[in-house]
């Protein structure tokens, strides 16, 4: 009789166990389902110390991070990505943050490599003034005087020099900044071009560093773009979600 006793209380034990077992499955079936911050903060309620609490909470941070991601890039300001930062410094997201913030500070200062090519314009312009000199010198001489014979063939020269003009220009673009040294931009610009090869094409990166009171800044750059490339390309890295800064001459 005792036995007998004893082996019901062990059935029903049992019994109220597996109950247990597969209702929290199937609420966890349902708040998957829902995948709602709001569906997964009652399961953990329900469910404290349950089979799926800690897959509950893991979602639940992630699906906050999102929702926090989104409003700051919405908001797209570096107060908004810094906020971002501070809430998660080891997020899915920190990294982009961290560009985006140091791309803000650095929108403002003309790009290195802009303001080297027209820096590098005047000595360039300053050498012909001794040919034009020596021309000049030789003028007098009568072998000078044939040589209006070769003008046809300055404006194929000139014209051959002018095709890929069109395709360059003082602006540049930014397309990140990176503490962590010239590899990191070297390894974003991979992944870029990887990614978006129409619109990088042909296009040859540097990387910029610059110091500053925080360190030095590795910045990922291209020169010597048209204006309307430069700002085309920057539309369509942020159209999807790229930072990218147009650098001004």
Known sequence: MVIHKVFSVLSLTAALALGGCSGQQSDWQKTRTANTTD???????????????????ARVKELYEERDWQKARDTDTPEAYQAFLKQYPEGKWTEEARIRVENFTLAAVPGNAAHAG????PPSQATPPPATAMKRAAAPKPSAAPKPAAAPKTPAASSAHAAPAKSQGPYGIQLGAFKSGAAAANQRWARLEKEYPKVLSGLSPKVSPKKGASGTLYRLQVASLSESRASSICKTLKAHSQACVLLHP
């Open 118 to 121: 027209a820096d590098a314009a």
């Open 39 to 57: 569906a997964y903060e009652l399961f953990l309620k329900k469910y404290p110390k349950g089979e799926f609490t800690a897959q509950a909470q």
